[in-house]
T-cell receptor
């Protein structure tokens, strides 16, 4: 069973707009990672945020983490058609190296 | 640097037949994972290896699934016998061992269809 729940399940936006997706989880974590999966391709790591961090940036990506609410958000700014993919959060449970993936958000960026 | 290699990419079998998947991780990565991904869902861990030791196989259905990682490098995941519900994508991933925060590198996966 999967720990993470992502919201929304699907998102459709115009090119140039920002996309925000959220991840909620259930247990204490060491860190949280976001991955992207293009149709028919493998998962690619995007960004990692540790449990003692609140915000992190990487290029057009901004991730926030609120451990009190057990939630994280991924913001993609100035989206491009190439950002069309499924996005998954993965949490590393405290005290382990075990990662649990969320259910994913399917993002479609329209040109 | 070569990525994680998996074979075959696609496999179609009839139920009750055996099937095996192979994974070659990134050189130097001590940790190897096998995941199952159903359509529209995130990956679910089946088994995790640290070198040749299976350190987490709690989600592996041991009545029909088995895995091995000889010499702590390549790994094989086997299903015998396969059931209709096993149709899914089987993903292999590897990472460097260390403290929390290991980025996982995924292979392209093997898409299994059980008829």
């Amino acid at each position: 069973s999967q720990q993470g729940e992502e919201d929304p399940q699907a998102l459709s936006i115009q090119e140039g707009e920002n996309a925000t997706m959220n991840c909620s989880y259930k247990t204490s974590i060491n860190n949280l990672q976001w991955y992207r999966q293009n149709s028919g391709r493998g998962l690619v790591h995007l960004i990692l945020i540790r449990s003692n961090e609140r915000e992190k940036h990487s290029g057009r990506l901004r991730v926030t983490l609120d451990t009190s609410k057990k939630s994280s958000s991924l913001l993609i700014t100035a989206s491009r058609a190439a950002d069309t993919a499924s996005y998954f959060c993965a949490t590393e449970t405290s005290g382990t190296y075990k990662y649990i993936f969320g259910t994913g958000t399917r993002l479609k960026v329209l040109a | 640097e070569a990525g994680v290699v998996q074979s075959p990419r696609y496999k179609i079998i009839e139920k009750k037949q055996p099937v095996a998947f192979w994974c070659n991780p990134i050189s130097g990565h001590n940790t190897l994972y096998w995941y199952l991904q159903n359509l529209g869902q995130g990956p679910e861990l089946l088994i995790r290896y640290e070198n040749e030791e299976a350190v987490d196989d709690s989600q592996l259905p041991k009545d029909r699934f088995s895995a091995e990682r000889l010499k702590g490098v390549d790994s094989t995941l086997k299903i015998q016998p396969a059931e209709l519900g096993d149709s899914a994508v089987y993903l292999c991933a590897s990472s460097l061992r260390g403290s929390g925060g290991n980025e996982q590198f995924f292979g392209p996966g093997t898409r299994l269809t059980v008829l």
